[in-house]
């Protein structure tokens, strides 16, 4: 194989059709070969795309390939395809560049659409559905729990209770998903192999964030923006004692808050993902 074994074995075949609703339709027809997310490379070098079997530079094809990648690589790395579209040449103009590398769709929305539902439906086949362990406990016998206390210490009466495990919470990872639309601005609907998912698209961004800060603050590497008006903020006399608590924790996460009178807090800087949000 011309990229090698590797990739030979993790390349997956886009069945033929323009996927609509799951159902394959007319022009354009997306065919090729897409590759497993584990083989991604750092370039873009392993993306090839045709139309009408012609070799093409194209950025809006290239875009819809990553994008039917999305939350499935991590940033930074690239697919491994090749694509080829075919249409009508009614439907695209070949002659805007001399050596005619370069294309124009008379509908872009629609190829493009048509690309990053073909690959995307191939991806999701490929991602196992989750599944979720119970942690459950186990009846245990007078003679088990005896073996779990211990006598105290010399001076001491009674007995006292070892620390008991802390189950594990399950990892539940969310499969490939196609997107379906929106609702009420606030919810995101989309399809996965198990069916339909409801996303609540602020508390999912929230949870990046979080994640993304999280991950800055073990590297030590805390991105901090300043703001150029300090904003202040007013608390409850319970949320004082919380705060001025966790203000050590707080700037280790980029926060810079300090007291500014009675039960009143001023923040000079903060994570620079959260520059420029409520």
């Given amino acids: 194989a011309v990229y090698g074994s590797e990739v030979a074995q993790n390349m997956l075949e886009i069945e033929e059709g323009r996927w609509e609703g799951g159902t394959a339709v007319s022009s354009p ?17 392993y993306l090839s795309l045709f139309v009408n079997r012609r070799w093409i530079n194209s950025r809006l094809l290239a875009w819809a390939v990553e994008e039917a990648y999305h939350g499935l690589i991590r940033q930074g790395k690239h697919p491994v395809a ?28 629609a190829v493009f659409s048509a690309v990053q539902k073909a690959v995307r439906q191939v991806l999701i086949k490929l991602t196992p559905v989750p599944s979720i362990e119970e942690v459950a406990t186990a009846y245990e016998t007078p003679s088990v729990l005896k ?3 211990q006598p105290l210490a010399e001076g ?32 995101i609907i989309a399809e996965g ?26 590297r030590q590497e805390i991105e901090v923006q300043g703001l150029l ?13 919380v705060l001025k608590s966790h203000c050590k924790d707080l700037a280790e996460f980029g926060f810079s808050i300090e007291p500014f009178g009675e039960r009143t807090f001023l923040v ?3 994570p620079a993902l959260l520059s420029g949000k409520d």
Wanted: negative net charge; aromatic residues 4%.
């Fill in 29 to 45: 027809v997306v065919t090729g070969m897409v590759g497993s997310p584990a083989i991604s490379r750092s370039s873009r070098d």
């Fill in 82 to 109: 090749i694509i080829n579209i075919a249409l009508s040449p009614k439907e695209v103009d070949i002659n805007i560049h001399p050596t005619k590398t370069e294309v124009k769709f008379q509908n872009e929305h």
């Fill in 147 to 149: 073996q779990r206390f």
């Fill in 156 to 187: 001491g009466g009674g007995l006292a209770p070892s620390p008991p495990a802390v189950p594990q919470t399950p990892v539940v990872a969310l499969p490939a998903l196609r997107i379906l639309g929106q609702l009420s601005s606030s919810y």
């Fill in 193 to 218: 192999p198990d069916g339909l998912y409801l996303i609540d698209q602020h508390a999912a961004h929230e949870r990046i964030l979080f994640e993304r800060i999280g991950e800055q603050r073990s």
């Fill in 229 to 241: 008006e300090p904003a202040t903020f007013e608390v409850s006399p319970q949320q004082e004692e």
């Fill in 268 to 270: 000079r800087a903060v």
